[in-house]
């Protein structure tokens, strides 16, 4: 059978081992494609068989004439659509929630809040704008990650990084500063 012929038994029957017989022909050009865009082997070789199970659905739906070069344009059109998920993902580093960690642990159970040190969070809280008393509540009370605050607050994800920073700097501040903080 020619390549018009399997596509049409493919898309007639959905026979996967059509489908394969089809695609296997093309796996090392598709690999090489993937590999020019995405640079990384393992990602390129991942690419490589989630184009496989995409075309599972595709080739029943879309009648494709020249297979090598609509599955050409197909492969370098997914590569570049993972390059763009790439750059809206947002890498976060860990570093920044290190340092109350950290603290916590070294005091250990030598720390105990007071019912006074509690009102005087408070009190410190309440001063905050309301940016910064917005996310530092969800951040440290509701343990919200950056990207949902974002979502939830309508902030931009710098913004929303500032704030909890901003405010976090201004809560120590306050519950260090002498006096009863009002």
Aim: glycine share 4%.
């Amino acid at each position: 059978m020619n390549e018009k012929e399997l596509l049409l038994e493919y898309r007639l029957t959905g026979n996967l081992d059509v489908l394969g017989k089809l695609y296997a022909p093309y796996m090392s050009l598709l690999y090489g494609v993937c590999f020019k865009y995405l640079q990384n082997a393992d990602r390129s070789q991942d690419a490589v068989m989630h184009i496989f199970e995409e075309l599972i659905g595709k080739l029943r739906l879309h009648e494709v004439d020249n297979f090598k070069s609509w599955l050409h344009v197909y492969t370098k059109n997914y590569c570049l659509m993972q390059l763009r998920k790439d750059k809206r993902a947002v890498h976060l580093d860990i570093e920044d929630n290190l340092f109350e960690s950290e603290r916590k642990l070294e005091q250990g159970d030598e720390f105990k809040w007071s019912e006074e040190d509690f009102e005087k969070l408070d009190h410190c809280i309440q001063k905050l704008n309301i940016e910064q008393r917005e996310c530092v509540r969800l951040f440290y009370l509701e343990q919200m990650c950056y990207k949902d605050i974002a979502e939830q607050t309508g902030y931009e994800l710098n913004k929303v990084k500032s704030a909890i920073q901003n405010g976090k700097r201004n809560l120590k501040i306050c519950m260090e500063s002498k006096g009863d903080g009002k």
